[in-house]
């Protein structure tokens, strides 16, 4: 089968032919119908052998983690499952055993660094095995696994923001998302569906703004800029911001971010630009509030967003690609061509 594969480390990804893998003793088969792309791919072939083999990753492996599609094999030792089966595969990788993972934090599993499509075969082939599929495969019912991929990380790592920021949140209030592209589109989408706030989106981008508007927003500005914040006020006066997504993590973004939250609200930094807040605590951050940052998500989270893209609550744009043109598909990716999320569909 055909496979998209980091063969040697400090090498870019390459189509490659790859036996078709058999499942063993508890394990089962996936035949891929659609995995998302995601710019944490992007330089995984290019990081040195030594920290490769620090995270416990070997080479060569398949890229991929955001794979939905349909069991077509199934292993000795499984059972409550059925070749022909819609399912999504969870994206971030989790032990089941340790503390984390014993109170539903599996995003904090120490064993989260090695997983499928980041030191382990992922779904951009043909074919994909899942371990103790029973935990980590969610059955999709009626939603399409055609378009499913992208839920299991870019939108369950949002919902795991606007789900904890949420608390915070109060009738009169409004959430700010700062970056309107592919994860924006989820928190729009995820604010609306959990919160009873106003949502504000911020994005320099005129498209994303109106996709964003058309999703839910109930405004959306241009920023992020010196003028972001007067815009902000103006448009709100004194109503209060109870929480901030922030998808970019800029010092900019950052920065506005915690001016913005009244106090007892949220500021969740999602967004890996590798921006600082420099500024003395006092006065600065929210008062009684909280300033939060992550990686992933947990099973839960992905299991909620699936349910609402099941019930039509939650709309994933994609833009499909066929396997041969992945490295096309990467490259729209990295130049901001896209105008949904890029799912590969072998």
């Given amino acids: 089968m055909a496979a998209y594969r980091i063969s040697q480390w400090l090498e870019p990804a390459a189509l490659v032919e790859v036996p078709v893998p058999e499942p063993g003793p508890g394990q089962v088969r996936v035949r891929v119908a659609g995995c998302g792309l995601c710019h944490s791919d992007l330089g995984m072939g290019l990081i040195p052998a030594d ?21 077509d094999a199934i292993g000795p030792g499984v059972a409550g499952l059925a070749e022909g089966d819609p399912v999504a595969l969870a994206s971030p990788s989790s032990c ?23 030191g382990r075969d992922g779904g951009l082939a043909e074919h994909v095995l899942v371990d103790d599929p029973n935990r980590v495969l969610f059955p999709l019912g009626s939603l399409d696994p055609l378009v499913a991929g992208p839920l299991t990380d870019a939108g369950a790592t949002v919902h795991h ?10 009738a009169d209030g409004t959430v700010l998302v700062i970056g309107a592209g592919g ?15 106003r949502v504000v989106a911020l994005d320099p981008n005129p498209g994303r703004r109106a996709v964003a508007l058309e999703l839910g927003a109930h405004h959306a500005l241009d920023g992020v800029d010196e003028g972001s914040a007067e815009a902000l006020r103006g448009l709100l006066g004194a109503d209060p911001v109870d929480a901030v997504i ?15 939250t009244a106090p007892g609200g949220a500021v969740a930094v999602v967004g890996a630009a590798r921006g600082t807040l420099r500024r003395p605590w006092y006065g ?39 396997l041969a043109d992945v490295a096309a598909a990467y490259d729209a990716m990295e130049r901001g061509t896209l105008t949904g999320r890029a799912v590969v569909r072998p």
Avoid at 103 to 115: Q, Y
Avoid at 162 to 170: D, E, L, M, T, W
Avoid at 186 to 196: E, G, H, K, N
């Fill in 246 to 260: 922030d998808l970019v993590g800029t010092d900019a973004t950052i920065g506005l971010a915690v001016a913005a």
């Fill in 161 to 170: 923001a606007v789900a904890r920021a949420g608390r915070r949140v109060q």
């Fill in 96 to 118: 089941g055993t340790c503390r984390w993972c014993r109170s539903g934090a599996e995003n904090a599993c120490p064993a989260g660094l090695v997983g499928r499509g980041y």
């Fill in 183 to 197: 994860l924006g589109a989820f928190a729009v989408q995820l604010v609306r569906a959990l919160t009873p706030a």
């Fill in 284 to 322: 600065t951050l929210p008062r009684d509030g909280e300033v939060f940052t992550f990686q992933g998500s947990d099973l839960a989270d992905a299991r909620a967003v699936l349910a609402l893209a099941a019930e039509g609550r939650l709309r994933v744009d994609v833009d499909p690609f066929p």
């Fill in 51 to 71: 920290l490769g083999a620090s995270m416990g990753w070997r080479v060569p492996f398949t890229l991929g983690h955001e794979t939905a599609g349909w069991i």
